[in-house]
């Protein structure tokens, strides 16, 4: 095929720019948008100019639309220009770079969303429950657990209890990194065993909402009062950017898979699951109780590689794309370089911590880590 270098001419000159529009917008692959933009330089000038690859991240995943920038970070800090050019680097230039950058930033992202990786279990820490029956006993921190049993006892959260059998309940967790895509969640419900009838306080329905936390970090990310972090959960303290449709629970006491309609996109690393409706009252109190033994939220984390910044006081945030990132080796996370750009460093340096508090959590377990956190409390009040 002949390219812009050619003496020949090119494919969109001969067709014009509204055709070549409407074929390059019939593109519904990140894989084939990739080769067209690879054909020559004037195909990837077209392609970035009319943000396909961010058409595309939106009609894949809505949520992208929150993104405000998208931009790539380097790991070296580009070379100053010679000083005879300094003064001629035009407006024009810098747009130029702006455009490549974001058209890099949204490839990526569109081909990460349509990735085949496996999913995994993506919880990892409590924010908090809207209400508990007996803490410690029965906190959020159980539904971490796979088990029904731990230590010979029961593990699961119960609600508290109430005479309206349409009051909600939700539970809150942080994943494991600020940028996911979510395929499904799964819950198992309690059976109450030790119970006359073994009853199974199944809620009605469940829907989610996945976002991002407007607090400052570290309030929302620990467990240590009896009301489970009530102030830290509110919603006007989060912005909600996925709200999945209502799905029907059985009263049964199994791990039931709810998926969504596709996946969504979890920009801030926030699920709140929301349990509609109550089905089991309880015999000793004539109440009702939502009870859940376990909870999973699946999919794939899509960090280093993509980060983001949340510092936009509206909700919104940019997409930063850091090309290499998900290759670095354990000694690159735990070593900075004074060569690398302050912008690099700086989001390295969270997905450590992030890589750091999801190791320490895999060791210790969520009821460790709750006294971890009510002595980083105490330090901090």
Request: hydrophobic share 40%; aromatic share 8%; net charge negative.
């Amino acid at each position: 095929m002949e390219t812009e270098d050619s003496v020949g001419w090119d494919f969109l000159d001969w067709l014009g720019p509204d055709i070549s529009t409407t074929i390059f917008q019939l593109l519904d692959d990140p894989a084939d948008l990739a080769r067209v933009a690879a054909v020559s330089r004037s195909w990837r000038r077209f392609v970035a100019v009319n943000k396909f690859s961010k058409h595309l991240c939106r009609q894949i995943c809505p949520e992208a639309a929150s993104f405000t920038r998208a931009v790539v970070v380097a790991r070296l800090p580009p070379p100053p220009p010679p000083a005879a050019h300094a003064a001629c680097e035009s407006s024009q230039v810098a747009e130029c770079r702006a455009r490549d950058g974001e058209h890099a930033a949204y490839s990526y992202l569109a081909g990460a969303l349509v990735s085949g990786k496996p999913a995994t279990d993506l919880v990892m820490r409590c924010v908090g429950a809207s209400s508990t029956d007996n803490f410690p006993d029965e906190t959020i921190e159980n539904t971490l657990v796979p088990h029904d049993m731990v230590n010979f006892r029961p593990s699961y959260w119960s609600s508290g209890g109430e005479d309206d059998p349409d009051v909600p309940e939700s539970l809150t967790y942080t994943l494991a990194s600020d940028l996911c895509v979510i395929e499904e969640i799964r819950i198992r419900p309690f059976e109450a065993t030790f119970q006359h009838g073994h009853p199974i306080y199944s809620s009605k329905a469940v829907r989610i909402r996945l976002g991002h936390s407007k607090l400052d970090p570290g309030r929302e990310t620990f467990v240590s009062d009896e009301d489970e972090n009530l102030t830290a959960i509110a919603d006007e303290n989060y912005m909600w950017t996925y709200t999945s449709p209502e799905f029907p629970m059985l009263q049964e006491n199994v791990l039931q898979t709810f998926k969504l309609p596709r996946p969504a996109l979890c920009i801030g690393g926030i699920v709140k699951i929301e349990l509609l409706g109550r089905i089991q009252k309880q015999f000793t109190d004539d109440k009702y109780y939502i009870c859940v033994c376990h909870v999973q939220v699946t999919g794939r984390s899509l960090s280093p590689d993509l980060m983001i910044d949340l510092s936009d006081p509206a909700g919104y945030s940019n997409l930063k794309y850091l090309p290499g990132a998900g290759n670095l080796r354990p000694e690159d996370l735990i070593s900075i370089d004074a060569k690398d750009s302050p912008d690099w460093r700086s989001l390295v340096s969270r997905y450590r911590q992030m890589r750091q508090l999801a190791m320490v959590y895999m060791l210790l377990g969520p009821v460790q880590l709750q006294f971890m956190d009510e002595d980083e409390a105490d330090l901090q009040m």
